[in-house]
């Protein structure tokens, strides 16, 4: 057995999502089953072996870099960047209270 | 004009006769596909507005005598996790059922820019993230071949407007088989070009070092088109690839005589005997065509899919943590703290399928098994990727099957994740080395049901991949 339903929750917690009681030992079961399925990983001689985090093709280390000026046909004005936040006023995101007064 | 099975050559002949204006094949269009849509579900939304706007931009051209492009007035569905301004683009999400991008996406300017004419938005699986199209919030996708079975996933909806024939042609997004499984699926072509090859600004993000932008269409020349209409370096995506993109079309003359094609033994593991046997069939035709048929060796297939579900998730969490109720999403009611908001908005608003990966992505970024999972994986990667530049010391193109099995019922694989997991196995390694590969049409089962033979190829040489695919696809015509 690879993870508990303990170990869910943490999880969970570490991801920001809410999963409901209903949830929990199903995911527990799915999680188990598909992380001692990727043990196979350690059937793999890797001594030695880079790891490749992306593809990569011989270029320049700047090839793909444009020049760092504005562009205007790109520019994100306050107003269309808020316009799909659910909450919104004078140019910013609106969240609920962040600090409680002391 | 038969709607349903055009192609591109067909309506530049019909356009360039004044058989049709673009703007007669566009409503013509938007009615045939508004009509058939409900057997299939495969259009999320229509987008007439903008589609007829471009089609009269494609008529004022040729009233003019200019050229109209390439794509000129070729009706097209998109995948609803590319971005096309003013037009809602849900990534088949509850979460971004409101969500009106303010921008295109790269692809999509090029492909408008070519005289494209943009029907629609494709059901997808939410995120991506699926084989089967079955994880859509807004419905599963039936494929139009077999009303009662999938069309395969993530880009079910892409494959299946062109298979029915609603859309000339598609586009689609693939990680991890994405294109190449639907399209098999629905008897049709896909394809996964080069990582790099066509900018994903504007695709939603799942795997950033996974995510390729491709196009379905009913025959290699078509997809090679579209391909080549959109392909190219784009400064709003440093992961885009500056080489040049060659004329794929001018090239495709048939000759494969000499051609050296290998044939991974590893591919032939775990695969359905009637899938087995049209692929072994398509290599035959490819030996009777000149190319010579080598057996080859993949040795880390066998790993592929633990290597890709650790890197995908790693990624997806990562990528899914923007989804967090302030910027543009739906946000919970139930949330007094700002805690609650971002847990309850994601709870609440992703599904099944995108919970489980977001989990198994934490969870394999976590402290303590960041090593074992994650950086194995990469190096396990690395592998893989060195298997296939071994191999394309010796071949020229690889061949083998899409899928272990063809289309299968809606509901017969829900219950196992794990198992539609492993359903991805020859589409992934691919994806993983980030080559071109592409999934052409090579018979039906007794039951009728479409097999895609797989070709790949090394990095940017989609023109030997669309080479052989066409003179494929001729010889069985």
């Known amino acids: 057995m690879k993870i508990t339903e303990k170990e869910v929750r943490y999880v969970a917690g570490l991801a920001n999502l809410t999963l409901t009681e209903d949830e929990i030992p199903a995911m527990a079961h799915d999680m188990d089953e598909i992380l001692v399925y990727m043990e196979k990983l350690g059937e793999v001689d890797t001594k030695g072996v880079e790891p490749m985090a992306q593809v990569l093709f011989e270029a320049d280390e700047t090839a793909t870099l444009r020049d760092d000026v504005e562009r205007p046909d790109r520019r994100f004005t306050s107003a269309i960047a808020t316009a799909h936040a659910p909450q919104a006023g004078q140019g910013y995101f609106k969240v609920p209270k962040v600090i409680e007064r002391a | ?477």
Do not use: W
């Open chain 2, 1 to 477: 004009m038969k709607i349903s099975s055009l192609t591109i050559s067909q309506i530049q002949a019909g356009l360039a006769a004044k058989e049709y204006s673009a703007v007669e094949l566009a409503q013509q269009a938007l009615d045939f596909a508004a009509a058939e849509n409900p057997k299939t579900n495969a259009y999320l939304r229509f987008s007439p507005e903008r589609a007829l706007a471009a089609a009269r931009a494609v008529d004022e051209k040729l009233a003019r005598g200019e050229a109209a492009g390439s794509l000129a007035g070729v009706p097209i569905a998109v995948k609803d996790v590319i971005v096309t301004q003013g037009i809602h683009t849900t990534c088949a999400s509850k979460l971004l059922e409101e969500y009106i991008p303010p921008y295109d996406a790269t692809a999509i300017t090029r492909l408008e820019r070519e005289g494209a004419v943009i029907l629609g938005k494709a059901n997808c699986d939410e995120f991506a993230m699926g084989s089967s199209n079955e994880n859509s919030a807004f419905g599963p996708v039936r494929n139009p071949v077999a009303l009662d079975r999938v069309p395969g996933g993530s880009s079910g909806g892409s494959a299946a407007v062109v298979a029915q024939g609603t859309a000339v042609v598609s586009l689609g997004s693939d990680t991890g088989g994405s294109i190449r499984q639907p399209a098999s699926f629905c008897g049709i072509v896909g394809v996964t070009p080069t990582y790099g090859r066509v900018s994903r600004y504007g695709l939603v993000a799942f795997a950033s070092s996974l995510d390729h932008i491709g196009p379905f269409a009913r025959n290699v020349e078509d997809s090679a088109t579209v391909l080549k209409a959109m392909a190219g370096h784009d400064d709003c995506d440093a992961t885009s690839a500056a080489a040049p993109v060659p004329d794929y079309h001018a090239l495709l003359d048939g000759n494969v005589k000499g051609m050296r094609v290998g044939l991974p033994k590893e591919y032939f593991a775990g695969l359905d005997s009637e899938s087995g046997t049209l692929i072994l069939q398509a290599a035959e035709q490819l030996k009777k065509l000149g190319c010579e048929i080598v057996d080859i060796s993949l040795p880390t297939t066998e790993q592929a899919i633990a290597c890709y579900y650790v890197i995908c998730t790693a990624e997806a969490s990562s990528n899914l943590a923007r989804y967090d109720g302030v910027r543009y999403t739906k946000r919970s009611p139930n949330s007094g703290t700002l805690s609650d908001m971002y847990c309850n908005t994601r709870g609440e608003g992703f599904g099944r399928e995108c919970k489980r990966r977001i989990m198994l992505g934490t969870y394999v970024l976590s402290h303590g098994y960041y090593e074992s999972y994650y950086l194995q994986a990469q190096k396990v990667r690395a592998l893989i990727a060195r298997d296939f530049t071994r191999a394309f010391t010796e071949v020229d193109a690889i061949v083998g099957p899409v899928s272990p099995f063809p289309a299968f019922k809606l509901g017969e694989k829900t219950a196992d994740p794990l198992q539609m997991y492993l359903s991805d196995i020859y589409t992934i390694t691919g994806s993983l080395a980030g080559i071109p590969c592409l999934s052409v049409p090579c018979g039906n089962t007794s039951e009728g049901l479409p097999v895609g033979l797989q070709i790949l190829t090394k990095h940017f040489d989609e023109t030997t991949m669309f080479r052989l695919a066409h003179a494929y696809e001729r010889s069985r015509a």
